[in-house]
């Protein structure tokens, strides 16, 4: 069955510094790659997906993923972040055939002024 | 249009009570899902529904745990009777194919 690890469970930037936040998956064909976002009191939205095609991807807000399947990693990336981007940070496998998704247990951002 | 609905969006009752959670997804999504998100967890898959057949429910209590979808929209998550460890946020999800999963807001249940 897959898998997902976030090792950082918590992470602290200062406003405007740039953003790295780790995942690495275990997953026995093509995975379906994904990251979530979600503020306090709030439903998950997503941010962006990997599919097949280009191993760096845009999503909304900013971000973009790159996936590299020789480290088995889809980390997130943002150049500036902004106070707003404070919140938990998902990220999820799933496979075509049942959209079965597994979610990491998160890393939760912190921007400091 | 209208997002993934959910209700009630706090509950909180005693344990070995039981409970139920409604979802209404967005309109015209076949698959719905029903995740269980513990207090510093990432959320985990209890059930997934394709129209109103159950796709997978592998991950669910099923002693305690039920859940259903009449006629293929709304669903119903149902816990009885309910322990102190299902605390949890119960999110619901639906999808239009096998692509992105919009979330609802949750339901913050408490087991005291």
């Known amino acids: 069955a897959q898998s997902v690890t976030q090792p950082d469970i918590h992470i602290t930037v200062s406003e405007g510094a740039s953003l790295e936040l780790r995942c690495n998956y275990s997953y026995g064909a093509t995975p379906y790659l994904f990251w979530y976002v979600q503020s306090p009191g709030q439903g998950l939205q997503l941010l962006l997906k990997y599919f097949s095609g280009d191993t760096l991807v845009q999503g909304i807000k900013g971000f973009e993923a790159e996936f590299k399947r020789s480290q088995s990693s889809f980390n997130l990336r943002k150049p500036s972040v902004h106070w707003s981007d404070a919140a938990e940070y998902f990220c999820?496998?799933?496979?075509?055939?049942?959209?079965?998704?597994?979610f990491g247990a998160g890393t939760r951002l912190t921007v400091k002024p | 249009e209208a997002g993934v609905a959910q209700s009630p969006r706090y509950k909180i009752i005693e344990k070995r009570q039981s409970v139920a959670f409604w979802c209404n997804p967005i309109?015209?999504?076949?698959?719905l899902y029903w995740y269980q998100q513990i207090l510093g967890q990432g959320p985990k898959l209890l059930i997934q529904f394709q129209n109103n057949g159950v796709v997978d429910d592998s991950q669910l209590p099923k002693d305690r745990f039920s859940a259903e979808r009449l006629k293929g929209v709304d669903s119903t998550l149902k816990i009885q009777p309910a322990k102190l460890e299902d605390s949890a946020v119960y999110l619901c999800?639906?999808?239009?194919?096998?692509?992105?999963?919009?979330f609802g807001p949750g339901t913050r249940l408490t087991v005291l």
């Open positions: 999800a639906s999808s239009l194919d096998r692509d992105e999963q919009f």
């Open positions: 309109s015209g999504h076949a698959t």
């Open positions: 999820a496998v799933g496979s075509y055939n049942n959209n079965d998704m597994r």
